[in-house]
């Protein structure tokens, strides 16, 4: 079979071809739209060449006609002695202010709070917020008040090269200062700490998925983010990394576990305290369960629950008491995770007794929400700062390394692949059916129990935990 001859400005949406032409650099302060794009109402492609050629003509008479009027050179040959095409004269008006205020199209801030407001999308409260801060960057590049027409493929490969350098946390480190400024402080400061590549294609996924909406509601022809991603140099295996043996014994083996001054300030000192709260359960919570931290985190007291006899983690967005605090990554991360034996042998059923009690709604409650009303950012930053005290820092190492290891040792268990994803929470499907796993209610507790009583780690000896929990008895 032969290749279909390529026509310029021929392109089809759907079944029906359109004809698009860009609007010459002199009349860009004339007519207010970087193209003009016509339905062709046919499906037909020979038809659609034919139309095309008819639509050419006016368009160019058009912009002859509209030199003309403006005493800009033009060749009194195109335009002849019939006048511009109603029809097409109707669709390209002159630019006025009143026309631009009208008939330019919506601006990059309008489509932006149009998509984030969709109700037909169904978006996480983390979710919501990573679109927040992208929309902030986004806007702060190319102003919020241009036209989403306006966005070219040179634009968007711009904030690719803009993104390579943005500052890490930059609104903090720099005030108030644009992002462009901030780029060049970066670049002529070498040791200024930029985002990473898995970050900045976090950043340009998120705009393309706008535009992708975008285009969906026919606001524009086009994507013109689509494919831009910067080159991963580090292999998705690789930009985490589990704890190694070493790092988990300094983890456990440091003052919040063997004795501390106090479990605020003076963690990292030795002394006769024993820390109690996040500090000393999270960090356990993980190594166990596998759990991401905002699930460990925002943990409901009511969330610790005996079903069909097993102690289990129920983690889920739903709160027995109301609240509405919580939030979840994915469909597949609301799930049932039975208590890890160690847990339960370290005590942690008697400290969910205690904040019971105590009329405790949240399980660490001793841990601030936040101005996002997430409790793990802050305890995310303490726990950093607490490896490099503990002396377990190590490339690539952070609190989801304990999910790694989790899963490393659902694998060295030779747990069931589908019952792993199940109890870490990551989506099943891949080389199964989907629909499939929608059906049925799931494993029961006692069989996720039994696998994960197999997850162990050798080279780890916390004795020195247990025996002071016997003491505490």
């Not at 290749?3 to 004809?19: A, E, P």
């Not at 998509?115 to 190319?142: C, G, W």
Request: with cysteine; proline share 4%.
């Amino acid at each position: 079979m032969g290749h279909k001859r390529s026509i310029r400005g021929l392109y089809q949406r759907g079944s029906i071809y359109q004809f698009r032409v860009r609007v010459p650099a002199d009349l860009r302060n004339v007519i207010p739209h970087s193209h003009l794009k016509r339905s062709l109402r046919t499906g037909c492609r020979s038809l659609a060449i034919r139309l095309s050629r008819k639509v050419a003509a006016e368009i160019e008479a058009l912009f002859d006609e509209a030199r003309r009027r403006r005493g800009l050179p033009h060749d009194s040959r195109i335009l002849g002695e019939e006048p511009v095409s109603k029809t097409v004269a109707e669709t390209m008006p002159e630019r006025s202010e009143a026309t631009v205020r009208e008939k330019a199209g919506p601006t990059l801030s309008d489509i932006y709070g149009r998509y984030l407001q969709d109700p037909t999308k169904r978006r996480s409260d983390r979710t919501m917020l990573a679109h927040h801060t992208t929309r902030r960057v986004i806007e702060n590049v190319f102003g919020s008040d241009k036209l989403i027409a306006d966005i070219t493929r040179e634009d968007c490969r711009e904030l690719l090269e803009i993104l390579r350098w943005l500052p890490v946390n930059f609104g903090k480190k720099f005030g108030s200062i644009s992002v462009r400024e901030a780029v060049a402080i970066a670049k002529a400061d070498t040791h200024i700490k930029t985002i990473n590549a898995t970050n900045l294609n976090a950043y340009m996924a998120r705009f393309a998925t706008m535009l992708n909406w975008a285009v969906a509601e026919e606001f524009i022809g086009r994507n013109p983010a689509r494919g831009l991603q910067l080159a991963e140099t580090v292999h998705p295996q690789d930009r985490r990394r589990p704890f190694e043996s070493w790092q988990l014994r300094r983890i456990f083996q440091a003052p919040i576990y063997t004795g501390c001054r106090d479990d605020k300030q003076g963690y990292a000192i030795a002394g006769n305290v024993i820390a109690e709260g996040a500090r000393y359960w999270v960090p356990l919570i993980g190594l166990w369960s596998g759990m991401r931290l905002n699930e460990a985190c925002q943990l409901d007291v009511a969330d610790v629950r005996n079903i069909e006899g097993v102690h289990c983690f129920v983690i889920t967005q739903e709160s027995l008491s109301g609240t509405r605090d919580k939030s979840l990554k994915t469909k597949s991360s609301e799930r049932l995770v039975p208590l890890h034996p160690t847990l339960i042998d370290l005590g942690f059923l008697a400290f969910v007794e205690q904040r019971r009690k105590c009329g405790s709604l949240k399980l660490f409650d001793d841990l601030p929400a936040g101005v996002r009303g997430f409790r793990s950012v802050a305890f995310s930053r303490w726990f950093s700062r607490f490896l490099v005290s503990a002396e377990a820092t190590s490339p690539r190492t952070c609190y989801h390394s304990f999910r790694h290891g989790f899963r490393d040792a659902a694998r060295n268990a030779r747990i069931d692949r589908d019952i792993a994803l199940r109890l870490g929470g990551w989506i099943t499907g891949g080389t199964h059916s989907e629909t499939a796993d929608d059906y049925g209610a799931g494993y029961r507790p006692k069989v996720l129990y039994d696998a994960i009583s197999a997850i162990e780690y050798p080279e780890l000896d916390l004795s020195h935990l247990l025996d002071r929990r016997r003491l505490r008895m």
